[in-house]
Each structure stands twice: as structure tokens, then as C-alpha cells.
């Protein structure tokens, strides 16, 4: 069965510092992995995506991600954090065939001034 | 308007009382799903769909029912609601693969 852990349920960071958020996968298939970001209020958004190919993948508003096979592992990252980058966000994983995403429990991102 | 969208956006029901959820998409796309979303459990899956007609379970449908009689709509119903029901309800929808899925903005139903 394939599940995701996001580590830290909470993250706190300056503006204008690195933003790093964490997910390892457990996967019996090659698995497709994805962020989403949750603003207050609102259904989530794709941040980006790996399928296959590039395993560093970029996505919207800065944000990249890699997938690491052997650490399991496909983190987020963004340079320099900004205030509207506060939101929560959401680590999937789907295997090949598979329709639906299992989700992370996410990760609630604080930008302070 | 293009999209996805839910209805209604927020409902507050007594417990024993039907539900229904509604969800329409303008894509075509062949896949729905119907997402719970709860503090500390993220995104669980209720059911999904692949076509018209075509229904499938995912990891807690208990008190839930769905239809998918037509390509661009996906009614959940909780035949009688429970207050372990409380909850924000998201729809999305795919063409299959690994196509994004699209959420709608989500119903918050509280069971009082």
C-alpha cells in the first residue's frame, strides 16, 4: 500500500528565507508524486508534479521539488520564502493505474516579517 | 463558468438527517473523486469514478453513497448523518492518468 509522511505539521519561517518542506513516500510501484497548496478557505492547487523523466521538477510561484528514489524522498523547497507563500501544503503520491491520490496530512507554512 | 464547483458551500444538518453534496464539473473529464478533509488526517478519499455509471470505493466510504448518472455531475449523499461526519468536502476531477486533478472550492458541513 502506498502512503506519505510530511514531516512537520508546522513550519515556520522568515521572509526571504529558504522554505523547506518535507515528504518521503512508500510506494510498491514507481510512484507519481505532487504538491498541492491550500490557501484559507480554498481547494487546493497543483504545485507541480513528477511522473518520469527530470527528477528535479519546478513548479508555480518559485517552487521546486526532487524526486529521490533512493531516499524515497521528494521535498519542496523555495529560495526565498514570501509573505503570500503562507498557506498549507500537501504532499501525494499515486502509483501507475491508480486514479487517486494518497495524501500527506500536511504541512502549515508561517511567513513572519 | 468554466470549472469545478460544489454545493452548497456550507450546510449545518442534525444528526439522522440525509445529505447531499453536489458537484459539477464543465471538462468532461472521465474521473471524479470526493475527498474528506479533516485536522490531522489531511485529504482521505471517500469515492471515486471513472465514467458514468462506474463507482468505486476508496478509503472510508462507511455512511456514504454516491451516483454518477451523468459524465459532468458527482452527488455524495450521507443517507443519515452522523456527527463523525463533520468535515470539509472537496470534489475534483481528471481525465485519468496522471492528469491534474482540479479541486472545487469545498462544502463545510457541520452535523449537530
Known amino acids: 500500500a502506498q502512503s506519505v509522511t510530511q514531516l512537520g505539521s508546522h513550519v515556520s519561517v522568515s521572509e526571504g528565507a529558504l522554505v523547506l518542506l518535507r515528504c518521503n513516500y512508500s510506494?510498491?510501484?514507481?510512484?507519481?508524486l505532487f504538491w498541492y497548496v491550500q490557501y484559507p478557505n480554498q481547494g487546493l492547487q497543483l504545485l507541480l508534479k513528477?511522473?518520469?523523466?527530470?527528477?528535479l521538477v519546478k513548479g508555480i510561484n518559485g517552487f521546486e521539488a526532487e524526486f529521490k528514489k533512493s531516499e524515497t524522498s521528494f521535498h519542496l523547497t523555495k529560495p526565498s520564502a514570501h509573505m503570500s507563500d503562507a498557506a498549507e501544503y500537501f504532499c501525494?503520491?499515486?502509483?501507475?493505474?491508480?486514479?487517486?491520490?494518497?495524501f500527506g496530512k500536511g504541512t502549515t507554512l508561517s511567513v513572519s516579517s | 463558468d468554466a470549472g469545478i464547483t460544489q454545493s452548497p458551500r456550507y450546510k449545518i444538518t442534525e444528526t439522522g438527517r440525509q445529505v447531499t453534496l453536489m458537484c459539477h464539473q464543465t471538462?468532461?473529464?472521465?474521473?471524479m473523486f470526493w475527498y474528506r478533509q479533516d485536522l490531522g488526517h489531511g485529504l482521505r478519499l471517500i469515492y471515486y469514478?471513472?465514467?458514468?455509471?462506474?463507482?468505486d470505493k476508496g478509503e472510508v466510504p462507511d455512511g456514504y453513497v454516491v451516483s454518477r448518472s451523468k459524465t459532468e455531475n458527482f452527488p455524495l449523499t450521507l443517507e443519515s448523518a452522523t456527527r463523525s461526519q463533520t468535515s470539509v468536502y472537496f470534489c475534483?476531477?481528471?481525465?485519468?492518468?496522471?492528469?491534474?486533478?482540479?479541486f472545487g472550492p469545498g462544502t463545510r458541513l457541520t452535523v449537530l
Open positions: 469514478s471513472a465514467a458514468a455509471d462506474i463507482t
Open positions: 471538462w468532461s473529464h472521465s474521473y
Open positions: 501525494a503520491v499515486s502509483g501507475e493505474g491508480e486514479a487517486a491520490l494518497i
Open positions: 513528477y511522473t518520469t523523466g527530470a527528477t
Open positions: 475534483a476531477s481528471n481525465g485519468g492518468g496522471t492528469d491534474t486533478q482540479y
Open positions: 510506494s510498491s510501484v514507481p510512484p507519481y
